[in-house]
């Protein structure tokens, strides 16, 4: 079964940098080792947590070697890591409503990034700012919800 990646660009961008490293990172949906992969993990178009996971824990390693020579990786690590931490096994959201509540929002935070990227890479600029608003708007909500109260 192929998965369109482009669905799923957060755990597409995970497995890339699970496969290749963070150096010189390129999305590169298409690449067949990338789709072999995806064919690995996910299970009827969604999601196989537990094969998942490894990969998690891959890409957050490689991530944090090359984050003190790279900013935009540095970045990147900054807004992926609680994810990739619970989606590796390594964090439990604690702390009831408002860690779940936080968790979610964290990860819709970093699928918007990653799309980002990949409208960036794919020179479409009118995605890569549309996705920018929504990036503020969730971002706003955000803090508004859980530090406004």
Known sequence: MTVDLREHVLEAAVLRVSLSGATNLVLAIDDPALQGLAGEVFRDGQ?????FAPHAAKALERLAERAPADARIGRLLGVWRPWLERRAGLA???????AALAARFEARLAAI????ELAREEGDDDREQALHARYIELGTSYATRLHGR
């Open 47 to 51: 999601v196989d947590h537990a094969a």
């Open 113 to 116: 990034v990653a799309a980002m």
């Open 92 to 98: 439990t959201a604690e702390g009831g409503g408002e």
